[in-house]
């Protein structure tokens, strides 16, 4: 059953004397000849709704051109007038081109995405600006969305945040990775370390300390020890080879006879001289005399100077193999470190290097481990800003599909989504031509006032492109939502105005 009609009056438009079409819920098809009028029709349908009307041309001949209906009536002329309030029905020719949505004719899917994203915007009324996409963001990091971003085209505003916080989102993940990589290497550098064992090193190196003062002790006691065994022996050698010493008595008692013989000769001497004085004559022999004493003194002194040199040298063999007499006589050493304690001294000192070692390299790792929690925690920042700026690169789509405000649509991952008959959730240039015109009315639906008519118009050549069964499934939405449609196509029949009555039945 058709809802109530509406009439609207075309006078001296085009080819147009007089035209009444009647309108209602559903489909109305303006049908006719090629030349008829049909879409001069159309076009004054969607002047009178609020569309362009600088276009109609009026008929030769008259003065002015009118249309009027829903309580308005348009002047054409040499100045465009629009009398009374436009009433009992809601115009969408001024908010949305709904085949243009369905089909924006364009081969370059974002472009379609962006022409239909601006007619569901332009829908709803909906003008976005970089403010409504501050809101994707902790507050305080609100400030990066700034005018920097303002774009004409919400798609493209959103479009250019989105790169953005992609860009920053990859940022933050490259610094987490180069943090978690300095972690990594740190950590790897204190594989093997146990960080529990001992690592103070005050009490490392007094240990160490300690040790190497025990060792150098019990080294300087064996070195000690081992010169006076080598003494020792030195001298029980010396000792065994020098057999019996000189007798010191006979050579003092030959050293009393020559140094008598020395003071005979220098009386002799003397009595030569006296001789020399009293007996001139006897002056040849006493000089001779003289001569042979002489010789005997200087014999006499040189016996009694080598006789000294002995007696020195004995003296000297007398006090050294005393000396080694005693060194012999007190016997070898004994206390020297035995082998074992001197072994044990030694590891205790490599033990304690060992372990002042040790204590270096588990003090490195603990800081190693320290500095790596370091970069882990500023890794975790760095991610948790990515997963912020990943959020709102993802919160765009979000923002447009709340600018958009319909159940039918929304936006994930930049494209426009719409639910098809399945209940699945896909792009809507994806979904058929009848299911996105289905979907189509249902957001227009969804944006309007269920109990006003509302009046739009389809161009003929969107109407003529669609088959029977698209045709039968936009008659049933339109008039289920109380939508009335205007179209037109070609017939060879007088221009008429029919309501569409679908032939085929619609699922």
């Given at each position: ?33 090629n ?15 609020g ?5 109609l ?10 249309v ?15 009398a ?28 379609a995405?962006k ?12 003008k ?45 993940k ?9 972690a ?31 060792k ?8 000690r020890?081992?010169q ?5 022996e ?13 007798d ?18 220098e ?61 012999v ?28 070692t ?6 490195k ?13 500023e ?20 923002v447009l ?6 159940p ?8 426009l ?32 006032d ?25 008659a ?9 449609i205007?179209t ?20």
């Amino acid at each position: 059953m058709l809802k109530k009609a509406h009439t609207i009056s075309i006078r001296d438009i085009g080819p147009h004397t007089s035209l009444e079409l009647q309108v209602s819920p559903g489909v109305n098809v303006i049908s006719g000849q090629n030349e008829s009028g049909k879409s001069i029709a159309v076009r004054c349908v969607a002047a009178l709704a609020g569309g362009d009307a600088k276009s109609l041309p009026i008929r030769d001949g008259s003065a002015a051109g009118l249309v009027s209906g829903f309580g308005t009536t348009l002047s054409i002329g040499a100045r465009n007038t629009r009398a009374g309030e436009f009433s009992d029905a809601d115009s969408l020719e001024d908010r949305i081109n709904i085949a243009a949505l369905v089909d924006p004719g364009l081969k370059d899917p974002a472009a379609a995405t962006k022409h239909r994203t601006r007619a569901l915007l332009t829908l709803t009324g909906t003008k976005l600006t970089f403010e409504d996409f501050r809101t994707i963001l902790p507050e305080s990091q609100r400030s990066e969305i700034t005018d920097d971003f303002s774009a004409e085209d919400p798609v493209d505003l959103a479009g250019k945040i989105k790169r953005q916080m992609e860009k920053d989102a990859r940022h933050w993940k490259d610094e987490a990775g180069k943090q978690e990589l300095r972690a990594k290497t740190l950590l790897a550098a204190t594989d093997g370390v146990d960080i529990e064992g001992d690592h103070d090193e005050d009490s490392l190196r007094a240990s160490y300390t300690s040790a190497v003062q025990a060792k150098s002790t019990l080294d300087a006691k064996a070195k000690r020890i081992q010169q006076e065994t080598s003494t020792y022996e030195l001298a029980k050698a010396e000792l065994a080879k020098a057999g019996d010493l000189p007798d010191m008595d006979v050579l003092h008692r030959g050293l009393d006879e020559r140094e008598a013989e020395h003071s005979q000769a220098e009386k002799d001497e003397q009595h030569a001289d006296d001789k020399v004085l009293r007996i001139e004559q006897e002056l040849a022999d006493a000089n001779r005399e003289r001569a042979i004493a002489t010789a005997n003194t200087a014999n006499a002194a040189r016996s009694v100077r080598d006789l000294l040199g002995v007696i020195a040298s004995a003296e000297k063999s007398h006090e050294s193999f005393a000396s080694i007499k005693k060194v012999v006589d007190r016997g070898a050493p004994d206390g020297a470190p035995e082998a074992e304690e001197v072994t044990e001294a030694s590891n205790a000192v490599l033990a304690a290097e060992v372990a002042l070692t040790a204590g270096a390299e588990i003090r490195k790792a603990i800081q190693s481990r320290e500095a790596a929690q370091g970069h882990l925690d500023e890794a975790a920042e760095h991610n948790r800003k990515a997963i912020v700026y990943r959020d709102a690169a993802k919160g765009t789509d979000t923002v447009l599909s709340e600018a958009v405000s319909s159940p039918v649509f929304r936006f994930e991952g930049g494209h426009l989504q719409a639910e098809d008959h399945t209940g699945t959730w896909r792009p809507y240039a994806d979904i058929s031509e009848g299911g996105r015109w289905k979907l189509a009315l249902l957001a227009v639906s969804s944006a309007i006032d269920g109990d006003s008519l509302h009046l739009v118009t389809i161009d003929q050549t969107a109407w003529d492109g669609l088959d029977s069964e698209n045709r039968a499934l936009i008659a049933r939405e339109s008039e289920e939502h109380n939508i009335a449609i205007v179209t037109a196509e070609c017939s060879d029949e007088a221009l008429a105005v029919s309501h569409f009555e679908p032939e085929v039945a619609v699922a």
